[in-house]
């Protein structure tokens, strides 16, 4: 009797599943360098670029995945929140090398109200669908959601301060306000404090109360092969080296692209770059909440957000005292005050019952539409 030998999967099979989709985007990597050398259209190349990063930040979730998987829950977890935002981490590193102050900050809230109202939003529209709800773990979600509503509270004082004490809040399409330096020392400590409580935050999720955000994995989480350690390693740091080439190429366009568009640097920031440099990760969740995995689903929407809150802004404040042409305050524009703080509270809200509905999606959903509208008039 003969044994058949095991098939893998095929490339196109692999390319037309749920998670092979982003690499279907990898031709926009050459496709950009070679606009970019050639001169070619900002707007052409800016769109180039941003589809370019989608397929590298795939590539580096999957290496970061894979290393974890190898690592334990400790060291796994400590890997899945140290590279689950760094593409959207380096992107913003060269915007503050090129001095784009506004549309770094604009990035980080359009990220925080992108995965509370638009990830989340649709993640809970198409897991309900079918179903009468879905249910997840309250206690979890509303832990990452307090961690979330504290962390902003923090990031808005120094604009209160500003507001109170300074020259007012910058206008929506600004790219850099001179500040005093009181308001840069504030921003400077409240980075500080924010580090810290990230810190706090990983002791907590990962060693004291690892359980409760770190579920035992079931056979459905798997997605082929395992990788060995030398391949994910040579996958992250390609896919890095991937990230940091087209950031390069999309924040240089940024300023140009938006001006041809008709659309302000801060719509750009708070909306395209914030969704592109999360995309993949986004489709997880979505792809999760349709399989009735709710947990994982809210935990990378509330989750993702409360790390860009304690860990990526701050570490931006941190790093623009030494990269590019001045510090850069946590001085937030009127319309994202509004938008996080709001977006925070509807997420505390629809996630406080442990259960949710297609209806809510569809509600998180419409708010984030009427937010992506009055940045786009702003």
């Given at each position: 009797m003969s044994v058949e030998p095991t098939q893998r999967p095929s490339l196109g099979r692999f390319l037309a599943s749920s998670g092979g989709w982003p690499y279907l985007l990898v031709p926009f990597i050459p496709l950009a360098i070679a606009l970019d050398v050639a001169g070619a259209a900002p707007v052409v190349i800016f769109f180039a670029s941003a589809l370019g990063v989608i397929p590298t930040a795939a590539l580096m979730g999957r290496a970061t995945e894979e290393l974890a998987a190898r690592s334990g829950p400790g060291i796994g977890g400590l890997l899945?929140?140290?590279?689950?935002?760094?593409?959207?981490?380096?992107?913003?590193?060269?915007?503050?090398?090129?001095?784009?102050?506004?549309?770094?900050?604009?990035?980080?809230?359009?990220?925080?109200?992108?995965?509370?109202?638009?990830?989340?939003?649709?993640?809970?529209?198409?897991?309900?669908?079918?179903?009468?709800?879905?249910?997840?773990?309250?206690?979890?979600?509303?832990?990452?959601?307090?961690?979330?509503?504290?962390?902003?509270?923090?990031?808005?004082?120094?604009?209160?301060?500003?507001?109170?004490?300074?020259?007012?809040?910058?206008?929506?399409?600004?790219?850099?306000?001179?500040?005093?330096?009181?308001?840069?020392?504030?921003?400077?400590?409240?980075?500080?404090?924010?580090?810290?409580?990230?810190?706090?935050?990983?002791?907590?999720?990962?060693?004291?109360?690892?359980?409760?955000?770190?579920?035992?994995?079931?056979?459905?989480?798997?997605?082929?092969?395992?990788?060995?350690?030398?391949?994910?390693?040579?996958?992250?740091?390609?896919a890095g080296v991937a990230v940091g080439g087209m950031s390069e190429i999309l924040v240089g366009s940024i300023s140009e692209a938006a001006e041809s568009i008709g659309l302000t640097e801060f719509f750009v920031g708070a909306i395209v770059v914030a969704i592109v440099g999360n995309a993949a990760e986004h489709w997880v969740a979505v792809l999760v909440a349709r399989k009735d995995k709710m947990d994982l689903a809210v935990n990378i929407a509330i989750g993702s957000s409360a790390q860009i809150a304690l860990f990526v802004a701050p570490a931006l404040v941190l790093a623009s005292f030494v990269l590019g042409p001045g510090p850069m305050p946590l001085v937030f524009n009127g319309f994202e005050l509004g938008g996080v703080f709001l977006a925070v509270l509807i997420a505390i809200h629809v996630t406080n019952e442990g259960e949710s509905t297609w209806f809510e999606g569809v509600q998180l959903l419409a708010v984030y539409a009427v937010l992506a509208l009055a940045f786009a008039f702003a």
């Open positions: 899945n929140v140290t590279f689950g935002n760094a593409p959207e981490l380096i992107i913003a590193l060269f915007a503050l090398e090129a001095g784009l102050h506004e549309v770094v900050k604009a990035s980080i809230i359009g990220s925080v109200i992108g995965n509370v109202l638009l990830v989340l939003g649709a993640s809970m529209f198409v897991g309900g669908l079918g179903r009468e709800r879905q249910r997840f773990s309250r206690t979890s979600a509303a832990a990452q959601s307090a961690m979330l509503l504290l962390a902003v509270v923090a990031m808005m004082m120094p604009a209160i301060f500003e507001l109170v004490e300074g020259q007012g809040l910058p206008l929506p399409g600004a790219e850099r306000v001179a500040y005093d330096s009181t308001v840069e020392q504030l921003s400077l400590a409240v980075a500080v404090v924010l580090i810290f409580s990230y810190g706090a935050g990983l002791l907590f999720s990962l060693r004291t109360h690892r359980d409760l955000f770190n579920p035992p994995a079931t056979g459905d989480d798997e997605h082929g092969e395992p990788w060995s350690v030398r391949r994910s390693v040579g996958a992250l740091a390609l």
